[in-house]
């Protein structure tokens, strides 16, 4: 019997190109002509915009080093441009050795520290003193970390005020895909030069640009939830890269997979889009 209430695999292929052309991703690139690519988007930024640094948050996983790389090569073929890693931690960051194995690795013109730790927490204590409450504690720390997010973008775009520059992201295909990132959190920047890899073509690309391989096939983590420090992406996501990167590359995937998909696809629509308008 056929089960009407899954769509053929033609209707699967035909929504999930739909994705994939829309989020702008090929199943297969040249690494080194994809690098040359986005460090010529990076220059002409620079070049049209007159912005005098490239601004960028160093997290300690592959998506900000590989950024990073092609900020670092962006900022040296642009005369007068510095390129400016920036370290966010909430406290003592877990990963603080990757974190500075990336800086020391990318050698940017200016390394700046910032603790997100009291903006972050004053702001939700006084969110508690007007009477915000919370369903339980996790609902409070999933809002906490958002608030975490938006404090480091805060701090990026006061540097960006007071240098001149451009707030560069680290988000890619499957982070679009998935929605994976806080609105207006580290979704709110200037230029997003990873934008349409998926996660594999990311360590590939970082890869290329000698990132260390320690750092290139580190298990990705957003390290937002304080009840749950260090908590993998795949985990929050329920679902893993590789099967998100088969997703991207038009491959065939299962049917449940392919709904999951489509269904956070569809819910998190909101964030990558402008705000609405009547």
Avoid: W
């Avoid at 931690?89 to 990963?95: E, H, K, L, S, V």
């Avoid at 996660?199 to 390290?223: F, M, S, W, Y």
């Avoid at 449940?256 to 696809?265: C, E, F, K, M, S």
Wanted: include cysteine; charge should be negative; proline fraction near 4%.
């Amino acid at each position: 019997m056929t089960d009407h209430t899954s769509p053929s695999t033609q209707e699967q292929s035909a929504q999930q190109q739909e994705v994939i052309a829309a989020l702008g991703v090929a199943a297969d690139i040249d690494v080194a002509a994809e690098a040359q690519r986005r460090i010529a988007f990076l220059v002409e930024l620079l070049t049209t915009s007159g912005a005098q640094v490239l601004i960028l948050g160093i997290s300690g996983g592959v998506d900000s080093a590989a950024a990073g790389a092609l900020c670092r090569r962006a900022s040296q073929a642009v005369s007068g441009v510095r390129f400016v890693a920036v370290r966010l931690p909430y406290g003592q960051q877990r990963d603080d050795d990757d974190a500075q194995l990336v800086v020391d690795t990318l050698a940017p013109d200016l390394t700046i520290t910032v603790d997100v730790q009291p903006a972050s927490d004053a702001a939700l204590q006084a969110l508690l003193d007007a009477g915000l409450t919370f369903g339980d504690e996790h609902q409070q720390d999933f809002v906490l970390g958002n608030i975490k997010a938006r404090q480091r973008m805060v701090a990026q775009y006061a540097m960006a005020g007071a240098m001149t520059g451009l707030v560069i992201g680290t988000d890619h295909a499957a982070e679009a895909l998935t929605g994976f990132f806080t609105k207006y959190g580290d979704g709110g920047v200037d230029a997003v030069p990873l934008a349409g890899l998926t996660k594999t073509q990311v360590r590939a690309l970082a890869a290329h640009l000698g990132i260390p391989e320690r750092i290139v096939n580190k298990t990705p983590t957003a390290d937002l939830e304080t009840l749950s420090p260090g908590r993998a992406d795949e985990d929050a996501l329920g679902v893993s890269y590789q099967q998100i990167d088969a997703f991207l590359r038009g491959e065939a995937v299962e049917p449940r997979l392919h709904d999951t998909l489509l269904g956070i696809y569809e819910r998190t629509a909101h964030k990558r889009r402008p705000p609405l308008a009547p």
